[in-house]
């Protein structure tokens, strides 16, 4: 385990300046001016922001932009916590502020805040899932980080199989596969 050694530091920099730098691909997508989220950015950190982003991207499964009430059933169920319908009724109510019963973005900002604990609680499994797959905790998995996993647990993936499944996971077409990209393997 890598603790505090020198350059841990700007690896940890360096992660979150790629990351960051998906994020405000992101929000000019969504239409969100990056100056309008300003504020969680001096409240709560640009981690905090590129962590409520990757949220958003997750729930949002099919990629729409905004969240809808089928997909927060989806995503809960998927990850094994399962919402009951009450909760997910609460969290729509609380969340759309405009009543087109989607959350867009802002929204979902202002709801995640709300409930951290439960969005961090479907997402907790998938993400330490994710940590011990990323051997060199680069914050991405690599095609040997894959195929080391796959030997791990008895299912070897030849060059070719890796290069298959990573033309599927890889969204974004980085060569890597990012926490969103690997939560939309998992999440059917
Ligand atoms: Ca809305
Ligand atoms: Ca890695
Ligand atoms: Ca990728």
Redesign the pocket.
Known sequence: MEKEVPGAVSKYKEIRARKWESVSKDLSEWGVPVKDCQRYISDFGKDKLIEMCECFKIFDHTDTGHITKPEMVLVSNCLGKGWNRHFIKRLLEDGDKNGDTVLDFMEFVELYLAYESEFQDVLNDLKVAFEVM?T?Q?G???PD?LKIVMDKIGRPMSDEETAHFLEIADKNGDGEIDFVEFAKLVIK
């Open positions: 990323d060199d680069s991405y998995l690599s980080e």
